[in-house]
Nanobody
Framework: VQLQASGGGLVQAEGSLRLSCTAS????????MGWFRQAPGKEREFVAS????????AYADNVQGRFTISRDNAKGTVYLQMNSLKPEDTAVYYC?????????????????WGQGTLVTVSS
């Protein structure tokens, strides 16, 4: 499985961006998907995850209420709508396919990773 992420860029604080991530082929019958991010000099951290059907989502505390994860299984695509962006949201954002239907928060819950897309938020 190859994942292609897009939608990153430069935005001013309080602005919005929508990230997309498309899988090269069907990942499986019930795989959850997620978004992580890695800021310069920091470890990769969980941002959001979504179940196969999209009926269960989870968010990191620092993006809750500002970010929304969704997916379109017909297109093999997962989205991350980011609103009210802050300079501390600046990072490379990675999409990932989970090992199972469990939409976890740990790096080890995920088997396949995209190449990342850079989001830069200016103050």
């Amino acid at each position: 499985v190859q994942l292609q992420a897009s939608g990153g860029g430069l935005v001013q604080a309080e602005g919005s961006l929508r990230l997309s991530c498309t899988a090269s082929r069907r990942t499986g019958s019930n795989n959850a998907m997620g978004w992580f991010r890695q800021a310069p000099g920091k470890e990769r951290e969980f941002v959001a995850s979504i179940s196969w059907r999209g009926d269960s989502t989870a968010y990191a505390d620092n993006v809750q209420g500002r970010f929304t994860i969704s997916r379109d299984n017909a297109k093999g695509t997962v989205y991350l709508q980011m609103n009210s962006l802050k300079p501390e949201d600046t990072a490379v954002y990675y999409c990932a396919v989970a090992r199972s239907s469990y939409a976890g928060r740990r790096l080890t819950d995920y088997a396949y990773w995209g190449q990342g897309t850079l989001v830069t938020v200016s103050s």
